[in-house]
């Protein structure tokens, strides 16, 4: 994975074949999303989640090109895999993920990604601001105690997938 921060902040692009990740982007496409999640205990909500159950093949798919792929992942618990899906306009709020472990973030879009489109994700790094792109068929990985939040697209529903590990 291409390093953009000390190895805290990396991706990989093309991650998985055409035909698997329509698979990933039709399931989010088709997913039921509950509304209401927190970024942070007490926070305001933002955004609708999907949780992927464990018998769907999208989990494993996901989980097992992780294993395969990612070697220091494989001491580690996989804890919580779901899908992020924000509207136009949403405006997420900055939030950790725990403080310790990793976050992968998946861009299941099949589309090409116009700089004037957002969806980036943002990262609070050293008292700055870094912004990773949400490339089509691109996996983000960080430490889940970076500071960070997503951005919405301006006129289309933005999804990621989000696992889990510590």
Do not use: W
Not at 14 to 32: G, P, S, V
Not at 41 to 64: A, Q, R
């Amino acid at each position: 994975m291409e390093n953009l921060n000390e190895k805290i902040i990396s991706y990989n692009d093309d991650f998985f074949t055409k035909t698997e990740q329509k698979i990933i982007h039709d399931y989010c496409l088709n997913a039921a999303y509950i509304y209401g999640e927190f970024d942070s205990p007490g926070g305001p909500v933002s955004g609708m989640t999907h949780d992927i159950p464990e018998n769907e093949f999208v989990y494993k798919l996901l989980k097992k090109t992780l294993y395969d792929r990612v070697d220091f992942i494989r001491d580690l618990h996989l804890y919580r895999m779901y899908v992020n899906c924000f509207a136009p306009s949403d405006t997420p709020n900055f939030h950790i993920d725990g403080l310790n472990g990793y976050t992968f973030l998946y861009y299941p879009m099949i589309r090409e990604h116009e700089v004037n489109d957002g969806g980036e994700t943002i990262f609070f790094v050293e008292n700055d601001l870094m912004g990773v792109l949400p490339i089509s068929n691109r996996m983000v990985v960080f430490d889940a105690s970076i500071l960070h939040k997503a951005t919405s697209f301006r006129n289309e529903y933005r999804f990621t997938v989000a696992i889990k590990y510590r």
